[in-house]
């Protein structure tokens, strides 16, 4: 659906994580061993994937302005608690975080990729799509940080054409 690049850094895991449920169509390619594997996940690591990509679609839709019912950040900040992160400082000196546990664990890459890109500010440009039938997760790239759907040529052009449409109605 996203006509976009992929995210930067480490937020092009999370925007790939977010994105394995296509959501109008139902498809979830953690459900396939091909999909797993992109992530690095087995098939018994599928029900965490999902409850943290649901999370992380959660907080996405939180970065675009919205407030999705029966959802909370607060499901984010619990699955990352079981993904303690460490300061490591390499031979240049240059310090960075790093998985205190697992380092391939999904939830740990995970967390350490929310705190780099908190660091350098990054993080909230990390959004969903605010289509219902898509949230799509996409990075903004706009100066002001305010695009809304993953693409305008398809979720935007949809939108502004369903307000064109009810406007008309409302006037005749």
């Given amino acids: 659906m996203n006509d ?27 459900d396939t ?4 594997a992109a992530l690095g996940l087995t098939e018994g690591d599928t029900p965490a994937a999902r409850e943290l990509r649901e999370a992380l679609r959660t907080v996405c839709l939180v970065h675009a302005g919205h407030r999705p019912p029966g959802r909370s950040t607060a499901d984010l ?24 546990g697992d380092p391939d664990a999904l939830t740990s890459r995970i967390a350490a990729a929310i705190a780099a890109a ?35 040529s398809v979720c935007g052009a949809r939108a502004k054409m369903r307000t064109y449409r009810a406007r008309r109605t409302t006037a005749e």
Avoid at 138 to 150: E, I, K
Wanted: glycine share 8%; with cysteine.
């Fill in 4 to 30: 976009r690049p992929p995210a930067p850094g480490g937020l092009a895991l999370i925007e790939a994580l977010v994105n394995t449920l296509d959501i109008e169509t139902g498809a979830d390619t953690l």
């Fill in 33 to 36: 061993a091909d999909g797993r």
């Fill in 77 to 100: 900040d619990r699955l990352l608690a079981g993904a303690p992160l460490r300061v490591t400082v390499d031979a240049g000196g240059a310090a960075a975080l790093r998985p205190a």
């Fill in 118 to 152: 908190a660091a350098d500010g990054t993080w909230s440009r990390l959004k969903a799509c605010e289509a219902e039938d898509c949230q799509w997760a996409y990075y903004d790239r706009s100066p002001a940080c305010r695009s809304r759907w993953c693409s305008m």
